[in-house]
Nanobody
Framework: EVQLVESGGGLVQAGGSLRLSCAAS????????IGWFRQAQGKEREGVSC????????LYADSVKGRFTIYGDNIKNMAYLQMNSLKPEDTAVYYC???????????????WGQGTQVTVSS
């Protein structure tokens, strides 16, 4: 059974940091890129960052560049999103996903986690 399980969300003050984790199982982790997406209440799901399973290269949405860092651990089948200098507009449910195309488009991803809530207070 394919599973992606996010953890690490929570409530943090503006300017603070959180690290999200994504634990993957049930598929060959090395064959898939990992992406992080978020969906704020009343808004569409948007791509935040993704990382290549081939060379570790990463893409970031403009809104998070310089503040968020994505990285993975292929031995542990884990992916992470380090989020620094958080802003209230980063408040959303964050999802990790696995796909075969390295882009920040949700429809490119085959497997999804259930999400973890991140709330940034002002």
């Amino acid at each position: 059974e394919v599973q992606l399980v996010e953890s690490g969300g929570g409530l943090v003050q503006a300017g603070g940091s959180l690290r999200l984790s994504c634990a993957a199982s049930g598929f060959t982790f090395d064959d898939y890129h990992i992406g992080w997406f978020r969906q704020a209440q009343g808004k569409e799901r948007e791509g935040v960052s993704c990382i290549s399973s081939i060379d570790g290269s990463a893409l970031y949405a403009d809104s998070v560049k310089g503040r968020f860092t994505i990285y993975g651990d292929n031995i542990k089948n884990m992916a992470y999103l380090q989020m620094n200098s958080l802003k209230p507009e980063d408040t959303a449910v964050y999802y990790c996903a696995a796909g075969r195309i390295l882009r920040l488009l949700a429809y490119d991803y085959d497997y999804w986690g259930q999400g973890t809530q991140v709330t940034v207070s002002s």
